[in-house]
């Protein structure tokens, strides 16, 4: 793979939020008081947590004190503050959910199949959570999942416009990939439409990490306002075939749906392969890929942007409800 074809970068993709708030509205008020700084907001039962338009009395006109709101694509911190302060009566907000992107942007003169080609090479080589799913599940715009065998397969289904997914959908820690050359609209009344993007500058090979749960390592927003997104580079890392591989071995090696390492919810590698009747975390045939390196330094540059604020405004200090407490 000629690594050149392509410009590389990392984004937080989106962040999922929880609040409360010290009276009761339905979600619908909110999302039109955030005035399109949330992409959605979702009531929840106080006690359970559930969503309350499938167990509330009104459904999504049911009055609750307590929310999940989506911040889609923040550039820095300072843009989650500011959709916070959106809102009268927001109070105790905490981190549901984040998920992360790695990027391949096309350069003058990459075509679309390339861009397919590197998101079948970082689906072959990027870890994925679970031994058992070898095989990525590929899951078309509307139509029923499937498995495919090979970086070839993996390419055509990519080339296609389906996503794939290593992981199970409400698991803490999921895989994604897909060649982004689309965008995805979601309206008030829950209905996605899916727009080609027009600028072919934008297209790109994309992995998405989800991390939700025990994997989340974000709880508070001071947390969220200081955390090292290089931090989370052992779940973009990166494996590609030996570089002594020869004969069969090189065919077996490619044939795989995934020669990267599988990892736990915290980002550890797992006994997962074998070798002459002993358990191996990495697999014999395989050594560190240069996406790796590339991927970590592209984290680095997220937490500059990310820590960077608007403007020539002091640092702020935030509390449990976003509120700005201190400056320093």
Known sequence: ??????????????????????????????????????????????????????????????????????????????????????????????????????????????????????????????CRPNETNEVPRFYSWKGTPEQRWGRESVYAGVLSGATAMYGNKDDDYVVRGYLKNYDTVTEENGEVTRLSLENASVHRARVEVRLQGQACEIYSLDELRLFRFESLARFFKFRQPASDLQGLDTLIANRLGSIGNVLDSKGNKTEAHMKRGRSRKTRASSEDSPLSEIARNKLRELTKRWQCEAGRARRRRYDSSGINVASS
Do not use: K
């Open 1 to 126: 793979m000629d690594y050149t074809l392509f410009r590389f970068d990392a984004c937080v993709d989106w962040l999922e939020l929880e609040f409360w708030t010290r009276s009761r509205h339905p979600a619908w008020r909110l999302w039109e008081e955030s005035a399109g700084a949330f992409s959605y907001v979702t009531g929840l039962d106080p006690e359970t947590g559930e969503d309350i338009r499938e167990h509330g009395t009104q459904g999504r006109n049911t009055p609750t004190t307590r929310f999940s709101a989506r911040i889609q694509n923040p550039q820095r911190f300072d843009s989650i503050a500011a959709a916070l302060g959106t809102l009268t009566d927001c109070m105790q907000v905490s981190v549901r959910s984040v998920e992360i992107s790695f990027d391949a942007y096309r350069r003058a003169g990459t075509t679309d199949e390339q861009l397919a080609e590197m998101t079948a090479t970082m689906l072959h080589q990027i």
